[in-house]
């Protein structure tokens, strides 16, 4: 887009590490709405296309089974392993 990852960071939202750590491995967890809002706005990109961009990073969305989430209780086990 013509800027800097400095420079894209700041527009977003982040730090240049986390944005770095996004563009080299993904997102771990979903992002604050107020980020992900940001990256459609920067970006161009409509803000549903970055949202299913990061559930697939997150493996909330799965490639076999696009349009539906992972079950309930799967997505908790994941949550409470976290915590």
Do not use: C, M
């Amino acid at each position: 887009h013509g800027v800097s990852e400095a420079e894209l960071a700041r527009r977003i939202g982040v730090t240049r590490e986390n944005l770095r750590k996004w563009r080299t491995n993904g997102v771990r967890r979903l992002p604050e709405r107020d980020n992900l809002a940001a990256v459609a706005r920067v970006t161009g990109r409509a803000y549903r296309d970055v949202l299913s961009a990061a559930l697939f990073d997150t493996g909330y969305l799965t490639v076999e089974h696009p349009a539906q989430p992972r079950p309930y209780t799967e997505v908790l086990q994941d949550a409470i392993a976290v915590l």
